[in-house]
């Protein structure tokens, strides 16, 4: 009952942001919605607590395929350059397609009712073997096939993030730089770092935790079947604790960028701001892939709106990483009345704006 409260909390929480406009930002990527997509099905089939068969069978693939989907939009964004927004739809209809068919098959033939061994509505032919055979084939085999797959992609990313920041890193030993100019040079390799950060926190946390879990349900739920044993108390708080789980990640989103503790402290700035109106100095500095730094001194919100709207700014790549890592962004342009809004105050997360339309896609 925790994890279904604490859902339902998570999900109220994100409903509200996503009507303050200056947190909707941070909420606006694709995995994101994916994780409230399974928490959305746990909170449904939760709350039908009579039809277990759903709750163990359906909601329990629902789940494990959307975070299959979480790793494989990540590799597929960064390592193939393929638009996660375009591929967010056949995501929801994979996973709802291969959980109804394992869910459907087993169901229609009559191999899901009240087990009388264990007092359950789940699997309930009397042959031992026969069931074995049944969940292993709908249901364990796909959790584990899905828990290596997210495995190999995690690995398949890092090793793809790797290069560029080492080569970052290597980068900015060879300027020969003075003490004198050290600061801004510390100031870009931050920012790279941070943007490195950004990238590879969503592999560290979805599909791990998800594989994790899924391994440990999948072998003890066969050892189970096999030894004809009562449900062990590790298995039933795996599957008890998925929910909870699920919701301490969505709020504690470790995504700079779009982290759901950002978008809440989006809506409270704004709402800070609006009580104190002042004119403040934004210096604004970008950090090229050249390490050049490029400084705008001094630029009032009023003034800015006052210059030339036609007057264009080529200031070279803004990708924080070689341009193939983020999608191929390639040169960025800025107009000058833009860069009061579009500098570093109003980066979401300290990204540029051709930057957060990749990080929108992940």
Same mark, same amino acid.
């Given at each position: ?21 200056? &947190?909707?930002?941070? +909420? ?9 997509? &399974? ?21 329990? +693939? $629902? ?15 960064? *390592?193939?350059? $393929?638009?996660? =927004? ?33 007092? @359950? ?24 096939? +899905? ?19 080492? %080569? ?18 510390? #100031?870009?390799?931050? &920012?790279?770092? %941070?943007?490195? #950060? ?10 791990? *935790? ?9 072998? +003890? ?23 909870? *789980? ?21 809506? =409270?700035?704004?709402? #800070? ?55 191929? $962004?390639?040169?960025?342009? @800025?107009?000058?009345?833009? @860069?009061?809004?579009?500098? $570093? ?11 957060? #339309?990749?990080?929108?896609? @992940?």
């Amino acid at each position: 009952m925790s994890g279904l409260a604490l859902s339902v909390v998570v999900l109220a929480a994100c409903g509200y942001l996503a009507f303050v406009r200056s &947190a909707r930002t941070h +909420l606006d990527r694709v995995s994101f919605r994916l994780l409230v997509y &399974a928490l959305v099905s746990h909170v449904i089939f939760g709350i039908l607590g009579p039809l277990e068969p759903l709750r163990s069978q359906f909601n329990l +693939l $629902v789940s494990t395929s959307i975070f299959f989907c979480v790793a494989l939009n990540l590799m597929l964004v960064l *390592v193939y350059n $393929v638009n996660g =927004r375009m591929m967010e739809k056949y995501y929801i209809m994979g996973s709802l397609v291969l959980s109804g068919t394992c869910f459907g098959s087993a169901y229609a033939s009559g191999h899901l009712g009240l087990n009388t061994k264990n007092h @359950i509505c789940w699997y309930n032919n009397e042959n031992q073997n026969e069931t074995l055979r049944w969940v292993i084939g709908t249901q364990m085999f796909w959790m584990l096939l +899905l828990s290596a797959a997210e495995f190999g992609m995690f690995l398949v990313v890092v090793a793809f993030l790797l290069p560029f920041i080492r %080569h970052s890193r290597e980068a900015l030993h060879g300027f020969g730089i003075t003490d004198a100019e050290q600061h801004p040079i510390d #100031d870009c390799h931050a &920012a790279r770092n %941070h943007l490195a #950060d950004w990238q590879v926190a969503p592999t560290r946390v979805y599909p791990l *935790v998800s594989c994790v879990m899924n391994i440990i349900g999948s072998v +003890l739920a066969v050892w189970q079947l096999k030894e004809q044993a009562e449900p062990v108390p590790v298995s039933l708080l795996v599957y008890s604790m998925r929910p909870l *789980v699920y919701s301490m990640i969505a709020a504690t989103d470790p995504s700079p960028g779009t982290s759901f503790v950002r978008a809440w402290q989006a809506r =409270r700035a704004t709402t #800070d701001s609006s009580s104190t109106q002042q004119t403040t100095q934004v210096p604004v500095s970008v950090c090229l892939s050249t390490l050049v730094d490029f400084t705008v001194g001094s630029i009032h919100g009023a003034e800015s709106d006052q210059l030339d709207a036609g007057s264009q700014t080529q200031i070279g790549n803004l990708s924080l990483n070689p341009t193939e890592s983020l999608g191929k $962004v390639g040169l960025t342009s @800025i107009r000058k009345d833009e @860069i009061g809004a579009v500098g $570093v105050a109003e980066h979401v997360g300290g990204l540029t704006s051709a930057q957060w #339309d990749v990080a929108r896609q @992940i």
